[in-house]
C-alpha cells in the first residue's frame, strides 16, 4: 500500500489536478537520469527531471499474482541523454528504475508508484520503446546451479581460477583488413593454434570501439593470415589499425579443461551424469545394454 502524504490527498480530493510522471534511471554504470512527461524541468532529491528527453508513459499493467507487472515508457532517439549507441552498448540493460507521481506545481507533493527495471528495449527508426519490469522479475531468475555435464563457471572467474593475464591464454594484435563488419585478418597473433581464441573475448584498446569487449566464435589461419570472427557486429565500425587485446575461450567441456587449462580440480560441471541417450536406451543382445553399471 502506498502512503500518500495529507497535501498530496489534498490536492487530488479537489478535482482538478497538476500531476506529472517523473522516472528517475541508475545504470550499471553508475549514470543517474531523470526524466518527466512535464513541459519543464522538475527537480527534487538531487535529480533533475527533464522534459526534453522525449519520454512518455503507457499505462501500468499490473496482477494480484506473481506476474511481472510492466510499464512502456516511449522516447526519441535524437535526445542528447538517450542515444541509440548507448541503448546498443547495453548501458541502460536491466538500468534501475523508480516511477514518481508528481505535483509539479509543489513537487514536495509525490508518490513512489513502484521500482523495477529497465527490460527489452525495442527499437525504430525515429524511436524507441523501453520496457519497464516490476521488481516481480527477480522471481523468474535462476538461482543456485544446475545438473549439467558442462562447466557452469566463466572462465577466469573465482570458481574457475585460470589467469587470463598468463601470456599462454592472452595476446594482442592489430586489425589488418576487415572482411566482414564482424570478421577481420589480424596481426600480433599468429603464434596461436588454430581455433585457440574461440568462445574467448576481444577487447578493442583503440579505435571507435575502444574498451569494448566483443565474444569470438572463429578462430582460423590460412596462409599465416589470422581471421578473427566476433559473434556480433560492434556497435561501431572496425578499422585498419585498430588495436585489441585477446584471451582464449572455453567450450566448458572437461576434455577442453583438462587439456586446454590443465584445471581438471576446478570443473564445475558433471560430466558422467546420464545424458538423453539414457533415457531412450533400450534391450539388445548384442551387448552394452543388459541392465549392468555402466
Known amino acids: 500500500m502506498k502512503a500518500i502524504s495529507p497535501e498530496l490527498q489534498a490536492h487530488l480530493d479537489e478535482g482538478t489536478t497538476t500531476?506529472?510522471?517523473?522516472?528517475c534511471i541508475v545504470r550499471s554504470d553508475g549514470e543517474t537520469f531523470g526524466f518527466t512527461d512535464h513541459d519543464r524541468t522538475l527537480t527534487f532529491d538531487g535529480t533533475a527531471f527533464e522534459p526534453e528527453s522525449g519520454l512518455t508513459a503507457s499505462e501500468i499493467r499490473s496482477g494480484s499474482d506473481l506476474s511481472v507487472d510492466a510499464q512502456d515508457a516511449e522516447g526519441v532517439l535524437t535526445s542528447d541523454r538517450i542515444t541509440e549507441t548507448d541503448i546498443l552498448d547495453g548501458h541502460?540493460?536491466?538500468?534501475a528504475v523508480e516511477v514518481w507521481r508528481v505535483n509539479w506545481a509543489d513537487v514536495s507533493q509525490r508518490v513512489l508508484m513502484r521500482r523495477g527495471s529497465v527490460g527489452q528495449i525495442r527499437r525504430?527508426?525515429?524511436a524507441f520503446v523501453a520496457e519497464v519490469r516490476s521488481l516481480a522479475h527477480?522471481?523468474?531468475q535462476t538461482v543456485g546451479r544446475t545438473y549439467q555435464a558442462t562447466c557452469d563457471a566463466a572462465l577466469g572467474d573465482a570458481r574457475c581460477r585460470v589467469d587470463l593475464d598468463e601470456a599462454a591464454y592472452r595476446g594482442s594484435g592489430a586489425v589488418v583488413d576487415r572482411l566482414r563488419d564482424r570478421a577481420f585478418t589480424a596481426s600480433g597473433i599468429g603464434a596461436f593454434e588454430v581455433g585457440w581464441f574461440v568462445h574467448g573475448t576481444v577487447r578493442w584498446t583503440s579505435g571507435a570501439n575502444a574498451g569494448r569487449l566483443a565474444e569470438i566464435i572463429a578462430h582460423d589461419v590460412t596462409e599465416g593470415l589470422v581471421t578473427i570472427t566476433m559473434l556480433e557486429a560492434p556497435v561501431r565500425g572496425i578499422a585498419e589499425g585498430d588495436a585489441f587485446e585477446i584471451r582464449a575461450g572455453c567450450d566448458k567441456h572437461i576434455a577442453t579443461c583438462a587439456a586446454k587449462f590443465a584445471n581438471v580440480a576446478n570443473f564445475r560441471g558433471f560430466p558422467y551424469i546420464p545424458g538423453q541417450d539414457t533415457v531412450v536406451r533400450y534391450a539388445t543382445t548384442d551387448g552394452g545394454h543388459e541392465g549392468g553399471v555402466l
Do not use: F, I, S
Not at 500531476?19 to 522516472?23: H, P, V
Not at 541502460?92 to 538500468?95: E, K, R, S, V
Open 19 to 23: 500531476l506529472a510522471w517523473c522516472w
Open 92 to 95: 541502460w540493460d536491466n538500468a
Open 124 to 126: 525504430g527508426r525515429l
Open 138 to 140: 527477480v522471481l523468474g
